[in-house]
């Protein structure tokens, strides 16, 4: 199609229909990358007795509990599970009533699997591309 004809048909489209088309050529995009979203995974594991919990993904609260205490049985309080796209992220978790907080810097691109525990007033990670076992 000649150049002008082109910019003809998208003058007679309208700026809806110029949008749509766009949208659906990126989302075409998006498709044919294959960047399907993975599991990012926060398990809160030992030392958590009554505390208030709040969990941050990318500066968006995505967790958030008064009494969060670890289940001395099974080795951990809380299982978190959430729908991320691949890439760099920054997980927060922070203790308010203690004023304690620590940031993760995260580049997922598989599924993956945050432990946090409470060791005497600090907290201790884990990492893993596979699912805690608890029991």
Request: a negative charge; zero cysteines.
């Amino acid at each position: 199609m000649h150049s002008s004809a082109m910019v003809l048909r998208f003058a007679k489209m309208g700026a809806a229909a110029i949008l749509g088309a766009f949208l659906a050529d990126l989302m075409s995009l998006a498709w044919a990358l294959g960047e399907e979203n993975v599991t990012l995974g926060i398990d809160l594991q030992e030392g958590f007795r009554s505390e208030e919990v709040e969990i941050l993904l990318d500066g968006e609260v995505v967790f958030t509990e008064p009494e969060v205490t670890t289940t001395r049985m099974l080795g951990v309080a809380k299982s978190i599970r959430l729908d991320v796209s691949p890439g760099v992220h920054k997980l927060v978790v922070f203790l308010p009533r203690r004023g304690l907080r620590h940031e993760i810097p995260l580049d997922i691109r598989q599924d993956y699997f945050v432990g946090v525990s409470l060791v005497n007033g600090a907290f201790e990670l884990f990492r893993s591309t596979t699912p805690f076992g608890y029991g």
